[in-house]
């Protein structure tokens, strides 16, 4: 079974650093790009942007480049997201999905991951 | 970049009703739409992709019409199950943008 389970729910203070992580398995991991997608308390679903395990290849949407740093670790299957200086308005919702399409930048993403509860607050 | 629209914002409709789900993108993006669904506190869950190809599992009251810039998602009979928010996104080319949702519930 294809599936990425996510790092639990973090609380951080406002300057504080924080990285995430989506671990893939049931599927060669470094052949499907992985997305990340940011959901505000009661928004909608925002691409973040992509990486490709293989080779580390990744793209960033524009409202959220420079503001985070996605990284992938071929060696234990797993993608990150990651802060180096946490504000209250990253308080969100953050899935990882799979891109559906092998080895395809543009594609649509199943399966996702539970997703990660980042709350930041004084 | 290319933009996405979804009208209507919300709608509510009776069981057993006909919905219809408008998506539109800014610049022609041919078949490279795809449909979410996402139930209050769930994952999302890909219900269509290449604008009418139902993803496996997905009952057959879900399809799916459109090519260039613009894009239905039509449930035949509503269903109580079906109260969700439902996403468009492109995905011709990053960045691969979602709509802003269309939330859907019984009256």
């Known amino acids: 079974e294809v599936q990425l389970v996510q790092s639990g729910a973090e609380v951080k203070k406002p300057g504080e650093s924080l990285k995430i992580s989506c671990k893939g398995s049931?599927?060669?991991?470094?052949?499907?790009?992985i997305a990340w997608v940011r959901q505000m308390p009661g928004k909608g679903l925002e691409w973040m942007g992509i990486?490709?395990?293989?080779?580390?290849?990744?793209r960033y949407s524009p409202s959220f480049q420079g503001q985070v740093t996605i990284s992938a670790d071929k060696s234990s299957s797993t993608a990150f997201l990651q802060w180096s200086s946490v504000k209250a308005s990253d308080t969100a919702m953050y899935y990882c999905?799979?891109?559906?399409?092998?080895?395809?930048?543009?594609?649509?993403?199943?399966?996702w991951g539970q997703g990660t509860l980042v709350t930041v607050s004084s | 970049d290319i933009q996405m629209t979804q009208s209507p914002s919300s709608l509510s409709a009776s069981v057993g009703d006909r919905v219809t789900i408008t998506c539109r993108a800014s610049?022609?993006?041919?078949?490279?739409l795809a449909w979410y669904q996402q139930k209050p506190g769930k994952v999302p869950k890909l219900l269509i992709y290449?604008?009418?190809t139902l993803q496996s599992g997905v009952p057959s009251r879900f399809s799916g019409s459109g090519s260039g810039t613009d894009f239905t998602l039509t449930i035949s009979s509503l269903q109580p199950e079906d109260v969700a928010t439902y996403y468009c996104?492109?995905?011709?080319?990053?960045?691969?943008?979602f709509g802003p949702g269309t939330k859907v519930d019984i009256k």
């Open positions: 990486i490709y395990p293989g080779d580390s290849d990744t």
């Open positions: 290449a604008a009418s």
């Open positions: 996104q492109k995905y011709n080319s990053v960045p691969l943008t």
């Open positions: 049931g599927y060669s991991f470094t052949t499907y790009w």
């Open positions: 610049q022609g993006i041919s078949n490279y």
């Open positions: 999905a799979r891109s559906a399409v092998l080895g395809a930048t543009g594609s649509y993403f199943d399966p």
